[in-house]
């Protein structure tokens, strides 16, 4: 089983940005699609971005409320997925947490992202 951690969370003004990085301790080369979610308190896990293997450079698909404002990106070779997240606001605060999509049971620590001034 692929364990996956993730880092790169901290505490961000309104409109500042962050790279979130998810390293595998194994190869991802093989997992069709990768993930990221968040869970605010109070509310359930939400899927943020996704990431589908293929041909020139893969597929993207993220939430209406992220859109245009975070990109999903994989290095297999690297064996890591990342989060660029740009215009940050407060209602994106959340615990960030990588996985496959659809996602298995296995979710990591996850790392903390607070956008506040």
């Known amino acids: 089983q692929v364990q996956l951690v993730e880092s790169g969370g901290g505490l961000v003004q309104p409109g500042g940005s962050l790279r979130l990085s998810c390293a595998a301790s194994?190869?991802?080369?093989?997992?069709?699609?990768m993930g990221w979610y968040r869970q605010a308190p109070g509310k359930q896990r939400e899927l943020v971005a996704r990431?589908?293997?293929?041909?020139?450079?893969?597929?993207?698909h993220y939430a209406d409320s992220v859109k245009g404002r975070f990109t999903i990106s994989r290095d297999n070779a690297k064996n890591t997925v990342y989060l660029q997240m740009n215009s940050l606001k407060p209602e994106d605060t959340a615990v960030y947490y990588c996985n496959r999509w659809p996602p298995d049971e296995y979710w990591g620590q996850g790392t903390q992202v607070t956008v506040s001034s």
């Open positions: 194994g190869s991802i080369a093989n997992i069709y699609a």
């Open positions: 990431h589908i293997s293929g041909g020139s450079g893969g597929n993207t």
